[in-house]
């Protein structure tokens, strides 16, 4: 064991700003692998069974956002752009699967959302791991509706503040939203 000595103070090694980039490429060598797989279950689907659907969404990794969905039978991957003050980009990439058929679907899914933010004299970023989960309304045989509660937790953080090294939070943080999506088949 070790003496506490009283005269000296702890310091933790400030954060290094280089470590976002390195969490990406490694989630991504990681996911990349998953993503295949999901993409192989999707080939072997009906090819009949692809959809493409575009819309808005409120809430969730952005105020106001754009999406875009390319579906293959019960998976889909989606991105998203939007923003949340105006101040800054959101950019959110999933991959899900619908668990049911009909109008009602409960849908699932994984990954990843990215926030950066500028003011005029600095900026900044956040990289999150995130899990989708909602319920999707098949209104009419092209328009949809849905609701999720996207399971956030920051894997990277680049604060606008260089002073500020404090770690990521290892909690899971939910923030819901909602969305309108128009479909068709190519």
């Known amino acids: 064991m070790y003496a506490k000595d009283p005269g000296v103070t702890f310091q933790p090694m400030p954060a290094s700003r280089s470590k976002l980039p390195i969490a990406i490429v490694l989630l991504l060598i990681i996911l990349t692998p ?9 080939t072997q689907e009906n090819p009949s069974s692809n959809r493409i659907r575009i819309g808005l969404s409120i809430g969730g990794t952005a105020f106001l956002g754009l999406v875009s969905e390319y579906q293959r039978g019960d998976w889909s991957v989606e991105i998203t752009l939007g923003t949340i003050t105006f101040r800054e980009i959101s950019v959110a990439l999933a991959g899900k699967h619908y668990l049911s058929k009909g109008d009602f679907r409960p849908v699932v899914g994984a990954g990843f959302w990215s926030l950066t933010a500028w003011t005029p004299d600095e900026s900044g970023s956040v990289f999150t791991f995130r899990a989708p989960i909602g319920i999707d309304w098949q209104v009419h045989s092209q328009h949809a509706l849905g609701i999720e509660v996207g399971l956030n937790r920051a894997l990277a953080v680049d604060r606008l503040d260089p002073e500020d090294d404090t770690p990521p939070s290892p909690r899971l943080v939910p923030i819901p939203g909602a969305y309108y999506r128009h479909g068709w088949n190519p």
């Open 34 to 42: 998953a993503f295949r797989l999901a993409a192989q279950e999707m």
